[in-house]
């Protein structure tokens, strides 16, 4: 005699219950919001009293098709979403005119190099194996927006590789651009579980010429790191007389408020070959050493 199956689960699955309650009887009672079951009740949802579960959710929504779609690690790409794609640039210098604007349209022309070293850094990653176990590695991962991000995207797309962009809802409409994998476009409402998404899974981040959000972006890790709150991964900056020029790094060492050694955890860098050899040495050299 056989031993019996022994079932998985006894009760009903949510969405049956879920379903029920949408085509169940209509009077007084069911029809009034205290009614809905938790997880359908939008308005109940959007609480203030609600704050933690959305963190929650929004930190376990990601997490879960992440590890569903296999990817154990991510090559993060930030950099500004105004510099233009080399094929444009001149489009902008010709919005520009002789106006006021000129000079900045020309120096957003001169960062459009910088496009195309992303989107070729990213081929290189996103050539990279899957290991034994068939998890992914160094997949590419941006803000899902345009420019440097969608260059970061683009490049992933060239070689026939998925790639996730992690998108935030802003007062004004931001859609993903068109070389984001669909089922690893995500959109948060937090900044900081958005930022803690990005460097989860990060093992190398390049940091591309950008502006505030690259700025909180891009020195948020450099903290994590200073203060051993993660362990030191490659960080590749991009565009040294830009960053150079607008930060003076050589200054707050000579006012004290950081140690010279801390600059050591920015490699400088300008072509995506010289970037992805980096990165490649980098993890090489800890695994000999371990």
């Not at 994590?224 to 050589?250: A, C, H, N």
């Amino acid at each position: 005699m056989s031993d019996p199956r022994v079932p998985s689960r006894v009760f009903r699955r949510a969405e049956q219950d879920a379903e029920t309650a949408r085509t169940g009887t209509t009077t007084p009672q069911t029809e009034h919001p205290a009614y809905k079951l938790a997880f359908q009740d939008l308005d109940f949802l959007l609480r203030e009293d609600l704050r933690p579960v959305r963190f929650q959710l929004e930190l376990l929504k990601p997490q879960l098709l992440l590890d569903e779609a296999q990817i154990a690690s991510t090559f993060v790409m930030y950099g500004s979403a105004r510099i233009p794609e080399p094929d444009r640039a001149s489009e902008l210098l010709e919005l520009a005119g002789d106006g006021p604007g000129r000079k900045v349209a020309e120096r957003l022309a001169d960062k459009a190099k910088y496009y195309e070293v992303a989107r070729e850094l990213a081929r290189l990653a996103s050539a990279f194996p899957r290991d034994k176990a068939g998890a992914r590695h160094f997949v590419v991962c941006s803000g899902g927006g345009p420019s440097i991000m969608e260059a970061a995207n683009r490049g992933a797309t060239d070689v026939g590789a998925e790639s996730v962009g992690l998108n935030i809802v802003l007062p004004h409409e931001q859609a993903p651009n068109a070389y984001v994998t669909p089922s690893l476009s995500m959109q948060f409402h937090y900044f900081a579980l958005r930022k803690m998404h990005f460097l989860l899974r990060a093992r190398a981040v390049a940091v591309f010429p950008g502006g505030f959000g690259t700025f909180d972006e891009a020195f948020e890790l450099l903290t994590l790191m200073q203060t051993g709150k993660i362990e030191r991964i490659p960080v590749l900056f991009y565009g040294r007389d830009f960053w150079e020029r607008v930060v003076s790094f050589e200054a707050l060492c000579e006012e004290g408020v950081i140690s010279p050694k801390d600059l050591d955890l920015i490699t400088w860098v300008e072509s995506a070959e010289e970037g992805w050899d980096i990165v490649q040495r980098f993890w090489r050299e800890k695994e000999a050493a371990a």
